[in-house]
């Protein structure tokens, strides 16, 4: 009876030993997986770019771009961005790089003197990659003051291919108006 006592034993151990390993495995996965990996919404991240231009300087570009996260397919956005109407102007605004290659189409207009509205959407489902979707150009007054003044992203709408909104968050860029560039 204590050999068959003693193999009891150690077959238990053995079995103890593999399930603690196997949950240690599992906690380690678990522990290597980024913060809200587990349960993440589609999320997307519109973000305005920043530049700086002469007084008198046209044409100066910022980027609007777009960075999808935890599987959120954007097809169609639209956002307001208010900027100083004191120191730029709207020279155009065309569409992105990332917008484009989904076969995407822009509109715009200037709701406030401020403020400038853009659409982007397509006759198609396709989802928009990561990057620019929209390149707003300003020109920048002729008497503009020095200094940085905010770009400032607001009325953001992003939406699938079920036209339902996703979640988003908002990157704010800036305009510095500069004497000389460097």
Known sequence: MPILEARRNDLGAR????????AGALVALWLSLPLGT?????KAVVSAGSAMGLPGGT??????SLKSLYGAQVVAL???LTYDSA?????SVTLGAAASSAGKLISWSLPAPNRIRVLVVGLNQDTIPDGAVAVVSFNVQAGARRGASPLTLTSV?????ATQPIAHSIVNGA???????R
């Open 15 to 22: 079995l103890l030993k593999a399930r603690l390993l196997a």
């Open 38 to 42: 587990a349960a993440a919404t589609p």
């Open 59 to 64: 044409n100066v570009p910022v980027s609007v």
């Open 78 to 80: 639209n956002f307001d």
């Open 87 to 91: 120191r730029l102007s709207v020279g």
């Open 157 to 161: 709408v992003s939406s699938d291919p």
């Open 175 to 181: 305009f510095r108006v500069v004497t000389r560039l």
